[in-house]
């Protein structure tokens, strides 16, 4: 699926972080899959800084956007992606930020 950078970032987010074995040892290959690459980190010069109890990501989201990439995504992650963003949207839990997944991955799936 092509996938520029900030939709690979966001879906960091919405990928389950535990399951039974089988689905965490997928889940690791989806994140492996969906990481930057050195040469894409460098690029879009990102960064991490300190943030409370957490990080938060720093990069120039112009060139990010334009950075596309075909990622292979395996049918089990991509289902599991559909059904997490179907449910934001029944719920009425679907912020911007995920609508241009949401058509990627729900609307528009092939």
Known sequence: MLLNIPERITLFDILPKEGHYADVVTLRRAREVLSLTAEEVKEIDYREEAKGDGRMAFFDVNK????AKDIPIDEWTTRTI????SKMEKDG???EK???LFEKFVINYE
């Open 82 to 85: 559909q059904t997490i963003l």
């Open 98 to 100: 995920f609508v241009p």
């Open 64 to 67: 990010a956007i334009v950075i």
């Open 93 to 95: 839990k679907l912020s």
